[in-house]
């Protein structure tokens, strides 16, 4: 009964380093979306996924690359790690068939891009 | 594009006083609100949310929320905050019928006791 896990929690890298944040659902939502929290910005959606192989950019997409082979998993990955990039990512999923589309948040990874 | 304004973005109460957090959105169609919380080092958190019907609708924990459609408002209250209700508060939206959500800049709210 886990729901949805984020890993890594927290993360350090480099500039220019590829990195992966991984986000795995256990109630077989359809939707799932990443975020971006940053201090005066709030929530800004990075990509989101209707179902498996189908994905769509959101409002913050660059840099950023998602797939969606598997329903349950929707990584995100930092091609190229920039400083900009610094910021706590949350995945959320989604079933709109059930209690009106409601988003079930996962518990963050914190990354910092040195 | 719809938009989300939260204009308070840091209030400080005492325990026992009433809180009301703003909240307006721009978009002219169907909407349906969310009020989502983060405690402290936590994730977000549904605390209640409007689809249809009675615009007054009640959430965990004794908070409620008005959404006046003429005023593209939706105001979070609670009538006796406490000292554990320090967190920051998301305002959102889904337009449309879609299922993204639009989400304002979040209120940082602390309740001192």
């Known amino acids: 009964d886990a729901g ?7 993360k350090i890298t480099e500039t220019g380093r590829q990195v992966t ?3 795995h659902q256990t109630w077989s939502h359809s939707y ?3 975020y971006r929290q940053d201090l005066g910005h709030g929530l800004r959606l990075i990509y989101y996924s209707a179902a498996a192989d189908i994905t769509d950019k959101g409002e913050v ?5 998602v797939s969606r082979s598997k329903t349950e998993n929707f990584p995100l990955t930092l091609e190229s790690a920039t400083r900009s990039q610094t910021s706590v990512y949350f995945c959320a999923s ?3 068939s059930g209690v009106q589309g409601e988003q079930f948040f996962g518990p963050g990874t914190r990354l910092t891009v040195l | 594009a719809q938009s989300v304004s939260q204009h308070n973005h840091h209030v400080i109460l005492s325990e026992a006083a009433s809180l009301e957090l703003g909240c307006n959105y721009s978009y002219g169609g169907t909407v349906n609100l969310f009020w989502y919380v ?4 936590q994730h977000l958190q549904l605390l209640l949310k409007y689809f249809s019907g009675d615009p007054l609708v009640k959430g965990i924990k004794g908070f409620e929320a008005e ?3 003429s005023k593209f408002s939706f105001n979070l209250r609670k009538p006796s905050v ?3 209700d320090t967190a920051e508060y998301f305002c959102a939206v889904r337009a449309g019928g879609g299922n993204k959500l639009t989400f304002g800049t979040g209120t940082q709210l602390k309740v001192e006791l």
């Open chain 1, 4 to 10: 949805i896990t984020q890993s890594p929690r927290y």
């Open chain 1, 21 to 23: 944040l991984m986000c």
């Open chain 1, 32 to 34: 799932m979306f990443w």
């Open chain 1, 61 to 65: 997409p660059d840099g950023y690359v």
């Open chain 1, 94 to 96: 989604s079933d709109p």
């Open chain 2, 38 to 41: 983060q405690y402290p080092g």
């Open chain 2, 67 to 69: 959404f006046i459609k």
């Open chain 2, 82 to 84: 406490q000292w554990s």
